[in-house]
């Protein structure tokens, strides 16, 4: 029920600008994408992890709503919580044994690095994933056969992945007094007097 739940919500938010910023500012749901990831909260009487196919449908939603092309570094960051877990939990074969996961989660992690809204979720990990990309590479690459060829896609995305993270740097956070105001007009001497009007 919670599975066909998210995918019916998913289905009905992504690629609705508004619906997916009333979304992303409800706390609610902020909370029901983190369940279905399996980051419960205290007051929940869940047992165990969630299905495999809720943790799907829920992961998929998250990657759309934080990558879509309305989303923001505030949308982002909201969701900081639910990045940490996937960047913890869904990409080491020790902690999640299914590799479309673990792929889809590489492929997430990749695409916040990307486009570079607010990455200091990731980048608070890096040491870990650092360490966890070379190892995994080296184990990708060691496989022989049809192991070689399953894991093509795993491997391609950890490439992606350790490329953008050391390429990553930390946000830097703007407040609104620092942020230029439309209304402030220019500035004496700015270079842009000399265009012409």
């Known amino acids: 029920v919670r ?13 609705h600008a508004t619906a997916e910023d009333l979304f992303c ?5 902020c909370k029901m ?32 709503l934080l990558t879509s092309d309305s989303s923001s570094a505030e949308r982002v960051r909201l ?7 996937v960047a913890d ?14 792929e889809m989660s590489l492929s997430f992690l990749d695409q916040i690095l990307k486009q570079k809204k607010s990455v200091n979720a990731i980048l608070s990990r890096k040491s870990f994933l650092a360490a966890l990309g070379v190892k995994q590479i080296s184990t990708l690459r060691g496989l022989k056969g049809e192991e070689r060829d399953f894991a093509t896609v795993e491997l391609e995305n950890w490439e992606s992945f350790m490329l953008e993270l050391a390429r990553a740097t930390p946000d830097v956070e703007t407040s609104a ?13 700015d270079p842009t007097d000399d265009l012409a009007q």
């Open 89 to 102: 939990n869904f990409i080491d074969p020790e902690t999640e044994p299914n590799a479309e996961i673990r």
């Open 33 to 64: 994408v983190e369940s279905g990831l399996g980051l419960h909260s205290a007051n929940e009487t869940l047992p165990g992890p969630p299905p495999v196919a809720l943790k799907k449908r829920s992961l998929f939603f998250l990657h759309a």
């Open 3 to 15: 599975t066909k739940a998210v995918q019916a919500l998913s289905a009905s938010i992504r690629q």
């Open 79 to 85: 969701f900081n919580r639910s990045i940490a877990y």
């Open 177 to 189: 007094s620092e942020a230029p105001s439309l209304l402030e007009g220019r500035k004496p001497g």
């Open 25 to 29: 500012r409800n706390e609610d749901g």
